[in-house]
C-alpha cells in the first residue's frame, strides 16, 4: 500500500484555562501550515586520539514551532493575529452630540458607525435652527459628516442620530493565550484520516497586517508548542503533541 501523504482538512483552537481547553473553534480556510521541531545538540570531543572528533552527543533542550497562514477574518481571528480584545458597539440614540464650530468644508466625526435618521441643528437662542441637509454631506457607514455651507447658523452645531451596531478588536494590547491546537485531515492519497494535535500552543506576539491588498489578503502567523509535564507518563500522548492515524475503511 503507498505511504505517500497529501493533507487537506481543517484547524481548530480550543482556549486553555486553568490548565483545561476549552470548546474549540473552527479557524476557517488555511491554506498551509507547518510543525517544526528542534533541540540544542550537547556534543563530546575526545581528546585521545588527535583528532578532536565528536564521539558523543545528546539533546539537551527540546524544542517545536509553528507557522501558517489565516485567510478569514473573524473578529476571533483577527483578536488571535493581532493579540486583541473584542467587543461589539451597542448603537441606539444619540441627541444632542456638540459637533463644536464647523467650518465649510471639513469632515466632523458623529461618534457612531452605520448612522442614519441624522438631523443637524446650531445653537439659536430660543428655537434652534434646523441645518438644511444640501448643506452636508454624510458617510453613513463611517459615521461622519462633512459640511459644505453653515453660513448664517450659529456655532456650535449638535447632532440627533441613531448608530448602529459594529464589532472591535483592538490591536496588540492583550498577552498571547494559550490554545490547543488540532488538525483534523484526510490524507487525499488513501483517505486515511489524520489527527494532529498540539497540547499547548502559544502565538509570537509579532505580526504583520497588510491593509491593502491586490489580490485575497492573509496573515502569517508564528508560534510555539510548549511542552505538557501531565502527559509525560503515556507514551501514547506525547509532550508537545501527537498524530493519530486513521486507517480508511475497507
Not at 72 to 84: H, P, T
Request: proline share 3%; charged share 20%.
Amino acid at each position: 500500500m503507498s505511504q505517500l501523504i497529501s493533507l487537506q482538512g481543517r484547524f481548530y483552537l480550543a482556549p486553555i484555562v486553568a490548565g483545561v481547553a476549552g470548546t474549540p473553534r473552527y479557524l476557517g480556510n488555511v491554506p498551509d501550515f507547518e510543525i517544526a521541531t528542534d533541540a540544542d545538540i550537547l556534543e563530546h570531543t575526545e581528546s585521545t586520539t588527535g583528532q578532536r572528533t565528536v564521539d558523543f552527543s545528546m539533546s539537551r533542550t527540546k524544542s517545536a514551532t509553528f507557522k501558517g497562514t489565516l485567510e478569514e477574518v473573524s473578529k476571533e481571528n483577527l483578536a488571535y493575529i493581532l493579540n486583541g480584545n473584542t467587543s461589539t458597539i451597542a448603537g441606539g440614540a444619540v441627541t444632542g452630540k456638540g459637533l463644536g464650530t464647523v467650518v465649510a468644508g471639513t469632515e466632523v466625526a458623529l461618534g457612531g458607525y452605520n448612522v442614519s435618521a441624522v438631523t443637524i441643528k446650531d445653537s439659536a437662542s430660543g428655537t434652534a435652527a434646523t441645518v438644511d441637509p444640501s448643506k452636508y454631506t454624510i458617510d453613513a457607514a463611517f459615521g461622519t459628516i462633512t459640511f459644505n455651507d453653515v453660513a448664517g447658523y450659529t456655532m456650535p452645531l449638535k447632532a440627533d442620530f441613531t448608530a448602529g451596531t459594529a464589532e472591535v478588536v483592538t490591536i496588540n494590547d492583550k498577552e498571547s493565550q494559550e490554545y490547543e491546537l488540532t488538525f483534523r485531515g484526510i490524507n487525499t492519497v488513501n483517505n486515511d484520516k489524520v489527527e494532529v494535535k498540539l497540547w499547548r500552543t502559544k502565538k509570537d506576539p509579532g505580526t504583520t497586517f497588510p491593509l491593502i491588498h491586490e489580490e485575497f489578503g492573509s496573515y502569517e502567523i508564528n508560534g510555539r508548542a510548549l511542552s505538557d509535564a501531565s502527559k509525560s507518563n503515556d507514551s501514547a500522548l506525547g509532550l508537545f503533541g501527537r498524530i493519530v492515524k486513521i486507517a480508511a475503511p475497507a
